[in-house]
């Protein structure tokens, strides 16, 4: 059994307005730790009434919030904010049990989810509005900006503790409610943050957490007419479906979806510190993040010291139980991810790739996996065109700026994308000519919640984080003030 310090973050029951509750018609599921194989819980399979019953008290609770005072929902949200970090080493636990991250990683992991709690706690005090100078003297103009009301958010599992904070902050800062469906594969650290919003004093209904079905749960948040915002984290193919079904009701959507992310090493570029960007965006989560390095591209002149440089680090990652000490590689989330990045895997070997370090499974079982580097990649393996989610490092080569930035947007996605180069004429133009959402130059980590994360193109819709974040959850009003120069009877 997971050991915590404050058993109660491990809960096992739906969070429906303010009230963790087990319908007792609903079956269970259960979740797993992916190191071991060991269960964790058992939750209630909530399906469509339980989301429904969540979703109109979310309609319920929404009057009030959306009234208070922002300095009062403020408040709140940074006392959330104090009981995360308070209890970091229990999340930490609760996310490496379900999740199979090292611990590290995990806490590092929720000190940036919370981060979002503070910032969006200061941007709810500064939705502002604005006075437009009218047309005619008798008028005056101004736009304030509201809660949208009931919002659905959609997670998934490879950041629980960071996805959900990121969307669920700025919606309860705009004066918005949520009713949130957390992957089925780690609902548990969904269920800790709901207990300590509970603890922060968030009143009833104005976050709730009901895991459960794709097809049961998410469908009906999706086209519940109370609902009128979706924002979404998650793959292209999914997103896409839930854009369709939000469309019967014109919901406001936000999409952060798939990546297929280029690291561009130039022949400049400072070797260690392309070595280390390549790593940390590479092997992060195992490489089960959207905005891992999907592909690499060296220049030639650098290319055969990058990629002996890279083999070396990633030979040295330790690969273990993400509890263990010194652990920096976990096991893969499920069997499906295991088969995925073999075959990516395969098909690179058969166009002609060569395998560098890793290359397998590892000996450990189950869904662990050999961190690999492959060298000789090419534009016709997989590796080129769809987002590997595992640790597997193709490097392709390249021979001018111009051939680099043709071959990094040559894909549908535009989420993340990196580049190392000592050439400041060359970061200008890279800056601008890269049709990604987030670039980071000479750097494999842009995580900042103060940073505006979103994609171009396929990668999705809207913004998480920054000031920017907060839009997503209100509504533009404009009021016409007419006739005003005549004086009250
Ligand atoms: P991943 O499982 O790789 O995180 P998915 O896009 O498959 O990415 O799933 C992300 C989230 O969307 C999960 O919470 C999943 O349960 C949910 N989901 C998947 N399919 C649907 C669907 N058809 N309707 C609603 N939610 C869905």
Redesign the pocket.
């Known amino acids: 059994m997971l050991k915590l310090a404050d058993p109660n973050l491990l809960r096992d029951s739906l969070f429906i307005d303010g009230a963790w509750v087990k319908p007792p018609k609903c079956g269970t599921f259960a979740v797993q730790n992916p190191a071991n194989g060991q269960q964790l819980a058992a939750l209630p399979l909530a399906g469509r009434d339980q989301a429904r019953a969540a979703v109109d008290a979310a309609a319920r609770a929404f009057p009030d919030w959306a009234a208070r005072p922002a300095r009062e929902r403020s408040q709140l949200l940074r006392r959330w904010h104090g009981l995360v970090l308070e209890n970091v080493d229990d999340l930490a636990r609760i996310l490496t049990a379900e999740q199979g991250k090292p611990l590290s990683e995990a806490r590092g992991e929720i000190l940036y989810g919370a981060a979002f709690f503070e910032w969006f706690a200061e941007e709810a005090k500064r939705v502002y509005g604005e006075t437009i100078p009218a047309p005619n003297a008798d008028q005056r103009l101004l736009v304030i900006r509201q809660p949208i009301g009931v919002c659905a958010a959609?997670?998934?599992?490879?950041f629980p503790m960071a996805m959900i904070p990121r969307k669920a902050a700025p919606a309860l800062a705009a004066g918005c409610t949520m009713v949130l469906?957390?992957?089925?594969a780690t609902p548990l650290s969904a269920l800790a943050l709901a207990e300590l919003a509970s603890r922060a004093g968030i009143p009833a209904g104005v976050f709730n957490v009901v895991p459960g079905g794709?097809?049961t749960v998410?469908?009906e948040l999706?086209t519940n007419s109370s609902v009128r915002k979706l924002t979404f984290t998650?793959?292209t193919e999914?997103g896409r479906?839930?854009m369709a079904k939000a469309s019967t009701n014109i919901k406001k959507v936000s999409l952060e979806l798939g990546g297929n992310a280029p690291l561009l090493v130039f022949d400049d570029a400072h070797l260690e510190t392309a070595v280390a960007g390549a790593m940390a965006s590479k092997f992060r989560n195992m490489g089960q993040t959207c905005v891992c390095a999907n592909r690499i591209y060296a220049q030639d002149g650098i290319y055969d010291r990058f990629v002996e440089a890279l083999s070396a680090a990633v030979s040295k990652l330790k690969v273990g139980d993400g509890f263990e000490d010194q652990v920096q590689q976990g096991p893969l989330i499920d069997e499906a991810a295991v088969q995925k990045t073999l075959e990516h895997l395969q098909d690179a070997v058969r166009l002609g790739g060569k395998v560098l370090t890793g290359g397998s499974r590892h000996s450990l079982g189950g869904t662990f996996f050999e961190p690999t580097v492959i060298s000789g990649a090419t534009a016709e393996m997989l590796v080129a065109r769809e987002e590997t989610f595992g640790p597997l490092a193709p490097i392709f080569r390249f021979s001018s700026e111009a051939e680099a930035i043709r071959l990094a947007n040559d894909t549908e996605y535009g989420l993340a994308a990196y580049f190392f180069t000592r050439d400041n004429g060359r970061v200008w133009r890279l800056g601008s000519a890269l049709e990604f959402g987030v670039i980071g130059i000479n750097t494999g980590v842009t995580s900042y919640e103060g940073a505006p994360f979103g994609g171009l193109k396929a990668s999705g819709i809207g913004r998480e984080g920054s000031h920017l974040g907060i839009d997503e959850f209100l509504e533009v009003k404009y009021l016409c003030v007419a006739d005003i120069a005549r004086p009250a009877a």
């Open positions: 959609i997670t998934p599992w490879n469906k957390p992957a089925s794709a097809k998410g469908d999706v998650g793959s999914v479906e839930l």
